[in-house]
């Protein structure tokens, strides 16, 4: 709460001190659609799979000067991808001569679904004074964890065997944003923008759990729909 309450003071202090600088501002709504790729926790025992997420929010931003424009709003966001665990879990995985284990005759694949509500402070930089519609985007997200569950198979001798749900203590979670980011004007009002982007996870999804606490990238483009105003000096 505590974390929220200052994410929350420095948001309206930025629009606050913003206002004193530009005059021109846009609300909006945005779609990621992103590809998450966890980190393969151990090499011989661990694969990792990854999928496609997204996440959906509204957005608002407020210009400091003619290049910088400065963005924040809230977001709603799905991180999903699945592992297998092929560490020996039954007799049958060891050589009955050696008593060597046999990797990959059976594991566990796990299913991992969570879901974030996030707070992003970003600033959009022009790259020219000529050019002002393509910028450089630089990032920071705080997510506040909302839900999660981890679906489990077993797979002895690679049959599929029974399902087991359960939940670990997640992590709030931070994240950087690095990307470039186009602004096509549709009329005086409203403008379509286009950021492809590059996410990276500071942080690790689960507390106290060595194989499922991955370290997180993801790569996506983000889209949005923004309305711009200007306010009266």
């Not at 999928?51 to 910088?68: D, H, K, M, Q, W």
């Not at 959009?124 to 839900?147: R, T």
């Not at 569950?149 to 709030?172: A, Y």
Request: charged share 20%; with cysteine.
């Amino acid at each position: 709460m505590k974390q929220f309450i200052v994410i929350l003071g420095l948001v309206i202090s930025v629009n606050h001190a913003s206002a004193q600088f530009g005059n021109e501002y846009a609300i909006g709504i945005e779609i990621n659609p992103n590809l998450v790729v966890p980190e393969n926790k151990i090499d011989e025992l661990n694969e990792t799979q990854s999928e496609f997420n997204y996440s959906i929010g509204l957005v608002y931003s407020t210009s400091l000067n003619s290049r910088i424009n400065l963005v924040t709003g809230i977001n709603y966001t799905r991180i999903s991808y699945s592992q297998k665990d092929y560490s020996t879990l039954f007799p049958s995985d060891f050589n009955p001569a050696t008593g060597v284990p046999i990797i990959e005759k059976s594991w566990k694949e796990d299913f991992n679904d969570n879901y974030y509500l996030g707070i992003p402070l970003e600033v959009n930089i022009g790259v020219s004074q000529e050019n002002k519609n393509l910028f450089l985007k630089l990032g920071y997200e705080y997510l506040f964890h909302a839900q999660s569950e981890i679906n489990s198979v077993l797979f002895p001798c690679g049959v599929e065997d029974k399902l087991r749900v359960f939940e670990l203590d997640n992590n709030n979670l931070h994240k950087l944003k690095f990307g470039l980011g186009y602004e096509i004007k549709t009329s005086s009002i409203f403008s379509l923008i286009i950021e492809p982007e590059f996410e990276y996870y500071v942080s690790k999804i689960h507390r106290d759990a060595d194989l499922y606490s991955n370290s997180l990238v993801s790569f996506g483009i983000n889209l949005k729909a923004m309305m711009n105003g200007s306010r009266s000096l």
